[in-house]
């Protein structure tokens, strides 16, 4: 066992883990932090995605003792992300929820960045930035409405119509 101090959502934490612990369970079994879900355990799914320092990292392969800089987990951007949740909930972005954690945080991390100006480049850039995340009961295309629609409302690409 090894302590390890992580910034989590905005505070401090403390965690006792054996060294080579993913990151995941540290969250989820040290921290309390259940929102993020383990699904694949192999990095090849995206429901355990967390932010790291803003950028969209897989849990269940960062290792706690290689981890560094502020994490966030869906947790610690809901709040700031009501209008994306929002637009999951109307789009029909869910069916059973198991991977909407995840997608949420890859989301909200498109979110921060620079959009394509061509309207025709949208889609793609969206479906090519979550291809990491998989779903097994939507079939994306609520995902991607709702990532875009709530893009247009941040007016990151103002005028596009889908």
């Keep these: 066992m090894a302590e390890f101090r992580l910034r989590v959502n905005g505070q401090d934490a403390v965690v006792d883990v054996p060294p080579a612990t993913p990151l995941l369970h540290a969250l989820r079994d ?16 995206g429901a355990c995605t967390v932010l790291v320092d803003g950028a969209p990292l897989l849990s269940c392969v960062l290792l706690v003792d290689e981890t560094v800089g502020e994490i966030r987990t869906i947790e610690g951007i809901a709040e700031e992300n009501l209008d994306l949740r929002e637009m999951f909930a ?28 061509d309207d025709k480049s949208i ?3 969206v479906r090519l930035a979550m291809s990491g995340n998989i ?4 079939g994306y295309s609520g995902i991607i409405d709702a990532i875009i629609a709530t893009a247009r409302r941040r007016g990151k690409i103002p005028g596009h119509n889908r």
């Design 135 to 138: 779903c097994r009961c939507t």
């Design 30 to 45: 040290e921290l309390g932090l259940r929102g993020t879900k383990e699904s694949c355990g192999r990095g090849e799914c």
């Design 90 to 117: 109307d789009s029909g972005a869910f069916q059973c929820g198991f991977c909407t954690p995840g997608q949420i945080t890859r989301a909200s991390a498109l979110l921060q960045e620079d959009w394509p100006k």
């Design 123 to 125: 889609d793609s850039f």
